[in-house]
Nanobody
Framework: VELVESGGGLVQAGGSLRLSCSTS????????MGWFRQAAGKEREFVAA????????KTADSVKGRFTISKDEAKRAVYLQMNNLRPDDTAVYYC???????????????????WGQGTQVTVSL
């Protein structure tokens, strides 16, 4: 399964970006879709996840109230709306799919078995 992200870029602090992730795989199905990010010199961290074919999502405390994850299952797409961006949000953002479980929109990267190539988000002062 190939996941393709888009929507990254350079934005000033306080600005907004919307990331998109989709697959062209016609038989795609998953248990959950998630967004992770990795800043330079740091470990990959969970940002948000949404259940597939179910209702429910999770968001990291560090972005809660600023970032919102959403999905369009008909388009096989997941989105990350990022508002009030801060310089410490600067990172490469990765989309991921959990196609073998679990259902609970997991926060752990090891629960996801497919990953996109990443899209750079840079927030300047």
């Amino acid at each position: 399964v190939e996941l393709v992200e888009s929507g990254g870029g350079l934005v000033q602090a306080g600005g907004s970006l919307r990331l998109s992730c989709s697959t062209s795989e016609p038989t795609f199905s998953a248990y959950a879709m998630g967004w992770f990010r990795q800043a330079a010199g740091k470990e990959r961290e969970f940002v948000a996840a949404v259940r597939w074919r179910r209702i429910g999502s999770k968001t990291a405390d560090s972005v809660k109230g600023r970032f919102t994850i959403s999905k369009d299952e008909a388009k096989r797409a997941v989105y990350l709306q990022m508002n009030n961006l801060r310089p410490d949000d600067t990172a490469v953002y990765y989309c991921a799919a959990a196609t073998k479980g679990p259902w609970n929109a997991p926060r752990a990267a090891f629960d996801y078995n497919y990953w996109g190539q990443g899209t750079q988000v840079t927030v300047s002062l």
